[in-house]
């Protein structure tokens, strides 16, 4: 898989990138993370990216030059399977839209800032919104990381358990169950007598009733 994005701040991706999973997902060959600094294609002389919105109002708004010019250059050299903009008002993220984008090829992921994009950009370019919830950030790219951070560890290889992310919370529309591991006595807090058993059958159903109870206590409306 290869991700390309947009961005004004492409240092505020090197902590998140530079460690753990992803930094090692990319070395292994598993995912390559490409960062583009939006005011690279600026034709204006002093990089700049913004301009006052037309019919007035409060902020700035993202001008569509920079950023188309930007998106055509990357579509030249390949194709996109999704084109995303990062945007508090687009689809919200959750493990079934991850699962589908970890099936992709090549990924733009557009990171927003000031009140958004040019309308004619999300008319003509964009083929998904995407939010992380319903907030507003200072921009896009720590979205972006959310989205790249979800969608990476999916990827064959990834994770040294493959079989680990299929287990995660919202694969099934359930939250986990309780997870314990060693000692199975610490101060008098004991492991659930199931578990040390070594009965998979019953293990397996006490997972499941666990999943349901927290489900319904915690997040009904996911069994809706």
Request: glycine share 8%; proline share 5%.
């Amino acid at each position: 898989m290869r991700i390309d994005i947009l961005t004004l701040f492409p240092a505020l991706f090197e902590g998140p990138f530079s460690e753990s999973m992803i930094k090692r997902a990319c070395e292994a060959g598993h995912v390559e993370i490409h960062l583009h600094d939006i005011r690279d294609y600026s034709k204006d002389k002093h990089r700049k990216v913004d301009d006052y919105p037309f019919g007035g109002g409060a902020g700035m708004v993202m001008a569509i030059q920079p950023i188309a010019d930007a998106i055509d250059h990357l579509k030249s050299e390949r194709d996109y399977d999704h084109i995303i903009y990062m945007t508090p008002d687009g689809k919200t993220l959750n493990q079934g839209l991850a699962n589908h984008l970890s099936l992709s090829g090549n990924i733009i992921l557009l990171c927003g800032h000031y009140k958004g994009i040019d309308q004619r950009l999300r008319d003509h370019y964009i083929t998904d919104e995407i939010s992380i919830g319903d907030y507003v950030l200072t921009g896009g790219e720590l979205a972006a990381c959310v989205v790249v951070d979800a969608v990476v560890r999916l990827l064959p290889g990834v994770l040294s358990d493959e079989e680990s992310a299929l287990t995660d919370s919202f694969q099934d529309n359930l939250l986990a169950p309780p997870i314990y591991t060693r000692p199975s006595d610490y101060n008098g807090w004991k492991v659930p007598d199931i578990l040390l058993s070594g009965h998979e059958a019953k293990i397996e159903e006490w997972r499941m009733q666990q999943a349901l109870e927290r489900t319904k206590r915690l997040r009904p409306d996911l069994l809706k």
